[in-house]
């Protein structure tokens, strides 16, 4: 699991177009903006939703991580809060450009599904069917790219090893 969050914090830095061909397509974005005499930071979130914790962190890049916190997954209702709780200091302020999710499952990662962005089935009480990538992107405001955890490493290996 120590690679995937590694992976992850590297991989935050995309924000996803929702036909899953596209996946994968880095969008770049200004990390700071002035908007009059103010230089505002600008942010992606990083989230490493595990069955036995999560982990979430604001950066630009692998070794850019501004914040991070780390917490036991709990009911939906109490973990999910938790995350909202970390990113929103930084939404309200506009500071938050995109979160990346890397999560267990199974999840539907079908992006013309009524049900993209949820966990399906799942032994974790309480999770089957919760919408991940609704209550985020809802809660914050951001866009959000979700994908399973071991996609979400793969991709980050990709896209920060230079031979690749």
């Not at 177009?17 to 903006?33: F, G, H, K, Q």
């Not at 501004?66 to 999910?80: C, D, K, M, V």
Request: some cysteine; charged content about 20%.
């Amino acid at each position: 699991m120590s690679s995937i969050l590694f992976d992850f914090k590297d991989i935050c830095k995309e924000v996803v177009d929702l036909d899953p061909l596209y996946r994968y397509n880095v969008i770049e974005v200004e990390t700071s903006l002035t908007a009059g005499e103010v230089k505002m930071n600008r942010f992606y979130g990083g989230i490493e939703a595990g069955g036995t914790k999560f982990v979430c962190m604001m950066g630009n890049g692998p070794e850019e991580i501004q914040a991070e916190i780390r917490f036991p997954t709990t009911p939906p209702g109490q973990t999910l809060q938790q995350v909202l709780d970390f990113f929103r200091p930084y939404s309200s302020r506009g500071e938050l450009v995109a979160v990346g999710v890397g999560a267990f499952g199974p999840l539907d990662i079908s992006a013309g599904s009524p049900t993209y962005g949820s966990i399906t089935t799942t032994p974790k009480p309480g999770w089957a069917q919760v919408d991940l990538h609704g209550e985020i992107s809802q809660g914050l405001g951001v866009p959000v790219s979700l994908d399973t955890d071991v996609n979400a490493a793969a991709a980050g290996e990709y896209y920060w090893i230079e031979e690749n």
